[in-house]
């Protein structure tokens, strides 16, 4: 999913920051005590807005995110996020992080768009990996629908 944003698109607006989880803060195969937390603490505290776009159910995301919205509230700065919701064949407790997440974001303020995964999932389909191309492609159109709306805000 990252590689398909073009990181520049969105930070040429001066007035809102995008930090989409796979720019360098967090390599997949690390576990939650290994992500740069003081990275996403500075990044997050030069920020106006922030956009966190997460897949839920993974143990290390959840934890990002947790971090990151715990620091946008303590910083006073605007937090927006996209969650995907896990495959209901990926089991409870991916599906019981992501809910808990998305209760831990809501409690901390942030605006928080939900894209459901299972809208995309066809069983028929022999590759499952379509399904999930499927919920890259509705995250992408959500974090450009923030940006178009963070850029007419921030340019007024």
């Avoid at 897949?55 to 715990?70: L, N, P, Q, V």
């Avoid at 997440?101 to 459901?116: C, K």
Wanted: glycine share 8%; proline share 1%.
């Amino acid at each position: 999913f990252a590689t398909r944003l073009q990181r520049g698109t969105f930070f040429q607006n001066q007035l809102v920051k995008v930090d989409v989880f796979g720019f360098g803060w967090y390599s997949p195969g690390l576990d939650r005590s290994e992500f740069d937390r003081e990275a996403i603490e500075r990044e997050i505290a030069l920020a106006s807005k922030v956009l966190l776009v997460v897949y839920g159910g993974g143990t290390t995301s959840s934890e990002m995110a947790k971090f990151s919205a715990s620091c946008a509230q303590f910083k006073n700065v605007q937090l927006h996020a996209i969650l995907s919701t896990p495959m209901s064949w990926e089991g409870r407790k991916r599906a019981a992080r992501a809910t808990s997440l998305l209760e831990f974001l809501r409690s901390t303020g942030a605006t928080v768009t939900t894209v459901v995964s299972d809208q995309y999932y066809d069983q028929d389909e022999e590759d499952f990996r379509v399904s999930f191309w499927r919920v890259d492609d509705a995250m992408l159109k959500e974090v450009q629908a923030w940006a178009a709306t963070a850029s007419e805000v921030g340019s007024g």
